[in-house]
């Protein structure tokens, strides 16, 4: 009986054990000047508590997705893949990571794409299952570095760009230049998160007038140590973007007092390395007093198969970045650009199944009017500007007048009405489903019809991102 009773409470005795490990390096950097107070302290809540934090990760996805729907497993960071060992719930602990599938049941999505093979055998080519990769507590020597590297030079950065836009808004053109280059002199002697105050008294006379201008400006950049929002973290796989965006709108909706931030890069053409996700930053504390950040990232599967697939073609880019190779930026963007393609051609093979599947539709629905199609895919919010829509149906309506697209092989001859409302669902799947490319002379062979309308729908996303 002893032995069972210790073997249930191993997990939590490592996790005071490592937390207790990380109080002391907090402490160290600390007293060698590393690290400031603010920064001590905020570092002292996060790496503290671990088990009440973790439990409060679980709370967050049993909110949002129920029970799981298969068991537990260990993940191995090295591979990125699922190792083949069930866990139970009494080992779970901060520093292993684990990944586990569970359903998204809002999903107006579900089991609409299936291939059928011999007997009566279905096979899905898209769930409504999420592959949920819950990380390991981000551990403190990588936290220190980047709230004392990457963040801090950044934050650095901030400050003196918001003093040098409001000396020059001043008028003070001459000062502005000299003024940033102090700023980022001073800040790089040591440790400072104290930015208004320093600010203030590298200006010295002559700039009373503004003071308030600065200090307002400066107190909006964020310090390093409210930079580091990862210490908690899951990645969400999610078979088709309107489904992640779904998620995201749960969140809204079930803890609306909790979210933090929301980055949604699924549909970004601005960023260089051309990188697609949706990153969720949420407050998993329950103290007014404070809070505890969670990221969530938000992924569709193919991309996250490309890139484990490409993995040792990403890390040698990586290592030119870091030896500051011409054009990596380009080539990164070129590279996840057929990941990009690669989730568009599975786009394309759904909207061909559901072309199979219209003339059933309208043999249903001929009677009463109601589609089986009804609420799918849902209108997510997260969308294109509704201008977009509307110029798209509007040419494809004149495509349609022109025969450029017709219903083949329907059951029934189709009125205009009807045909235009296929047609219409189509584009509509197209844009809520792919992800817009940014090579613009890339299309899908035109073999089919559906991929003619992909063609079609996605030509005029391009002309109204070079806009």
């Known amino acids: 009986m002893m032995t069972q009773i210790q073997s249930d409470d191993w997990a939590r005795q490592i996790t005071e054990e490592n937390d207790r490990k990380n109080q002391a390096a907090i402490n160290r950097a600390l007293e060698s000047g590393r690290i400031n107070d603010e920064a001590a302290d905020y570092l002292r809540l996060l790496y503290s508590d671990s088990m009440t934090w973790l439990r409060e990760v679980f709370y967050v996805l049993g909110k949002s997705f129920g029970a799981p729907k298969a068991a537990v497993m260990k993940y191995d ?36 794409f299936f291939t ?15 592959t949920v990769i819950i990380g390991a507590q981000k551990k403190i020597d990588r936290a220190l570095d980047k709230i004392t590297g990457k963040y801090y030079q950044t934050y650095v950065n901030d400050v003196a760009n918001a003093a040098y836009r409001v000396l020059m808004s001043h008028d003070r053109a ?31 006379r002559g700039h009373e007038k503004i003071a308030v201008d600065l200090v307002r400006e400066i107190d909006k950049v964020t310090p390093p140590r409210f930079r580091l929002r990862d210490v908690w973290r899951a990645k969400c796989l999610f078979d088709l ?35 697609r996700d949706a990153k969720v930053i949420l407050n998993i504390s329950n103290n007014p007093d404070f809070v505890i950040p969670m990221e969530i990232i938000c ?14 073609e ?46 059933w539709n309208i043999l249903y629905s001929r009677n009463n009017n ?25 040419k494809l309506d004149d495509a349609i007048e022109n025969e450029v697209f017709r219903v083949e092989n329907a059951p029934v001859k189709l ?53």
Request: charged share 25%; hydrophobic share 35%.
């Open 116 to 130: 059928s093979s011999a007997g009566h055998k279905i096979d899905l080519s898209v769930s409504s299952i999420v």
């Open 370 to 394: 109601i589609s089986i199609f009804e609420g799918f895919p849902k209108e997510c919010t997260l969308y294109y500007p509704p201008r977009v829509l509307d110029n798209i149906i509007e």
């Open 241 to 275: 973007v309107p489904q992640a965006r779904l998620f995201i709108e749960r969140l809204y909706e079930i803890m609306p007092d909790r979210i933090l931030s929301v980055k949604d890069t699924f549909y970004n053409m601005q960023n260089p390395r051309n990188y």
């Open 415 to 467: 009125s205009r009405h009807q045909e235009s409302s296929i047609f219409h669902f189509m584009a509509r799947f197209i844009l809520v489903s792919a992800i817009p490319y940014m090579q613009r002379d890339w299309e899908l062979p035109p073999t089919s019809q559906a991929a003619k309308l992909f063609n079609f729908v996605m030509t005029e996303v391009q002309r109204y991102y070079r806009k």
């Open 77 to 112: 960071y090295a591979t990125d893949s699922a190792i083949d060992e069930p866990i139970r719930i009494a080992d779970i602990n901060p520093l292993s990571p684990y990944v586990v599938n569970h359903r998204l049941d809002a999903d107006p999505m579900r089991n609409q």
């Open 174 to 204: 001459a000062s502005a230049q000299a003024i940033a280059d102090k700023i980022r002199e001073r800040f790089s002697e040591k440790y400072i998160s104290a930015a208004s105050e320093t600010v203030l008294s590298i200006i010295g």
């Open 314 to 359: 990403y890390e040698t880019a990586r290592k030119k970045k870091s030896a500051k190779s011409d054009n990596i930026e380009a080539k990164l963007a070129n590279y996840y650009e057929r990941g990009v393609q690669q989730y568009n051609r599975m786009i394309c093979q759904c909207l061909e199944d559901l072309f199979e599947r219209v003339g």
């Open 299 to 312: 992924q569709v599967r193919t991309f996250f198969e490309f890139e484990n697939n490409s993995h040792d």
